[in-house]
């Protein structure tokens, strides 16, 4: 079992910048992700990153996010960021931290209960 816990989320002028984390209870040696949900909207992957051991860090992003988030992993391997930039009213939402359990589990079991983001014009 693996806990995740997210933090950093804020209120930011449109435009701003917010760095999210989300601390991992153990190293991920899969893959983690950030998700994004706002009120009548459906869950949206935002970016994800490969993190096996034979895995060279791979990312992908949302189009909607590209050019302005940047995710990365700690070098443990047990920490999450996702650094916004350019931060527009529609990324307002309840940002959450997943992770798969192993690198032959290619799903996100772990969850954590995510962080508000909120964007204001």
């Known amino acids: 079992q693996v806990e995740l816990v997210e933090s950093g989320g804020d209120s930011v002028q449109a435009g701003g910048s917010l760095r999210l984390s989300c601390a991992a209870s153990r190293s991920i040696l899969c893959a983690m992700a950030w998700y994004r949900q706002a009120p009548g909207k459906e869950r949206e992957l935002v970016a994800s990153?490969?993190?096996?051991?034979?895995?060279?860090?791979?990312?992908h992003y949302a189009d909607s996010v590209k050019g302005r988030f940047t995710i990365s992993l700690n070098d443990a391997r047990n920490t999450l960021y996702l650094q916004m930039s350019s931060l527009k009213p529609e990324d307002t939402a309840v940002y959450s931290c997943?992770?798969?359990?192993?690198?032959?589990?290619?799903?996100?079991?772990?969850w954590g209960q995510g962080t508000q983001v909120t964007v204001s014009s």
């Open positions: 997943a992770a798969c359990p192993a690198a032959s589990v290619a799903i996100y079991k772990y």
């Open positions: 990153i490969a993190s096996d051991i034979t895995s060279d860090g791979s990312t």
